[in-house]
């Protein structure tokens, strides 16, 4: 299917479009050879899905450092060391806290259109 650049956005239409689907933009029909997308051109960033599974991995690490810590894990998975209660108290909600963040700053890279 032949394409053509978009001159407001610079996105590849299709030269049957008389609008831009991206911009909303009219774009004026032009005689000519049709340009064809690059590979390089088109944006595969999953940066956004990548911190999407940090964010989850750091809340279930939280979550099960908060469960061996409090000795929910009986003799089972007992902690054969002591854990002070300021990390139960403070860095393992912080923890979870930055792996909650991290996966909504994940969300709005996904969410982001692509430049």
Same mark, same amino acid.
């Given at each position: 299917?032949?394409?053509?650049?978009?001159?407001?956005?610079?996105?590849?239409?299709?030269? !049957?479009?008389?609008?831009?689907?991206?911009?909303?933009?009219? /774009? %004026?029909?032009?005689?000519? $050879?049709? +340009? *064809? =997308?690059?590979?390089?051109?088109?944006?595969?960033?999953?940066?956004?899905?990548?911190?999407?599974?940090?964010?989850?991995?750091?809340?279930?690490?939280?979550?099960?450092?908060?469960? !061996?810590?409090?000795?929910?894990?009986?003799?089972?998975?007992? /902690? %054969?060391?002591?854990?002070? $209660?300021? +990390? *139960? =108290?403070?860095?393992?909600?912080?923890?979870?806290?930055?792996?909650?963040?991290?996966?909504?700053?994940?969300?709005?890279?996904?969410?982001?259109?692509?430049?």
């Amino acid at each position: 299917m032949p394409a053509r650049q978009c001159p407001f956005c610079g996105k590849m239409i299709s030269d !049957l479009h008389s609008q831009c689907p991206f911009c909303r933009e009219s /774009v %004026p029909s032009v005689p000519g $050879p049709p +340009v *064809t =997308a690059k590979p390089s051109a088109r944006r595969t960033d999953k940066h956004g899905n990548r911190k999407i599974r940090q964010g989850l991995l750091y809340m279930l690490l939280a979550a099960f450092v908060q469960y !061996l810590a409090k000795g929910y894990g009986g003799s089972l998975l007992k /902690v %054969p060391v002591h854990i002070q $209660p300021v +990390v *139960t =108290a403070y860095l393992v909600p912080l923890l979870f806290l930055c792996g909650m963040g991290l996966a909504i700053y994940g969300f709005f890279l996904h969410a982001k259109p692509s430049t």
